[in-house]
């Protein structure tokens, strides 16, 4: 499991267990007198991380909150599993995603519609989070830690419940998926995370808006911490846009 301090107080760990597309399943630690983690990932990523709590110097049993930017098998599936394994944390979920975590039902239906049957050996069962440890938050609504706010912001397109979280101490966005992914082979060349049911256009609001927060570092979920916040999110614009022409004008010649 690597562990890497990327900016003040905040820690990005990669607990290095494979994934459907080998994409990385990265948390992020945010130590404070309310600790935080960003991103549990699939449960199979989420027990590995407990199971090897004692490399990470902190005792995950503090954690005020879990944080999964949406609820995706591999961002928020293990949410369940922490929770019932960390009874003092709270999960904070958007409100469209709050019931599928309570309730994972329809979450597992889906997963194994994309997925298979088989989907568990790799990332785990989905487990539901008990209603008492479910925070429910509005957009924009700030949750004080400490030395650092979090401002939490509904960023649909990728999934609807889909949020990003904007660091106070280190000017830093957790953006999920929000403005793509960057492949391994194609260093610093953010292409749409589009998969289904992908809104083009609210995808493309969610990318204004968080432009204008003006970022110093994005905190990717799979491809880890990123510096220049402003070209790349220009260029997952430009992606986004030249995707959906290039798809739309497939689809208008049949």
């Known amino acids: 499991m690597q562990i890497t301090e990327v900016a003040q107080d905040t820690y990005l760990i990669n607990p290095a267990s494979d994934t459907e597309f080998s994409l ?3 948390a992020y630690l945010l130590v404070d007198s309310q600790p935080v983690l960003i ?7 989420a027990s590995r991380l407990l199971s090897r709590s004692s490399e990470l110097q902190w005792n995950l049993q503090d954690l005020a909150y ?5 609820i995706h098998v591999d961002h928020g599936g293990g949410s369940g ?4 394994n960390l009874p003092r944390s709270k999960v904070v979920l958007h409100p469209q995603g709050a019931k599928h975590m309570a309730d994972p039902s329809k979450l597992i239906r889906s997963t194994r519609l994309v997925f298979g049957d088989g989907f568990e050996s790799t990332f785990g069962p989905i487990l ?5 440890q479910i925070r429910i938050v509005r957009d924009e609504e700030v949750i004080r830690l400490g030395k650092r706010d979090l401002t939490i912001l509904f ?16 000017q830093g966005l957790f953006c999920g998926e929000a403005l793509g992914i960057i492949p391994d082979n194609m260093p610093d060349f953010p292409l749409p995370a589009a998969v289904p049911p992908f809104e083009l256009q609210l995808y493309l609001d969610t990318i204004a808006r968080l432009a204008d927060l003006d970022p110093r570092l994005l905190f990717y979920s799979h491809c880890g911490v990123r510096g220049n916040p402003r070209k ?11 995707f959906g022409r290039i798809i739309q004008h497939a689809l208008e010649a049949g």
């Open 24 to 26: 990385n399943e990265i």
């Open 39 to 45: 991103e549990p990932g699939s449960t199979t990523t």
């Open 66 to 70: 879990v944080i999964p930017t949406h």
């Open 81 to 84: 599993f922490l929770a019932q």
């Open 128 to 132: 539901p989070v008990p209603e008492s």
């Open 155 to 170: 960023s649909p397109g990728h999934a609807s419940h889909h949020i990003a979280v904007l660091d106070s101490l280190t």
């Open 232 to 242: 790349l999110i220009q260029q997952v614009e430009e992606n986004t846009i030249a």
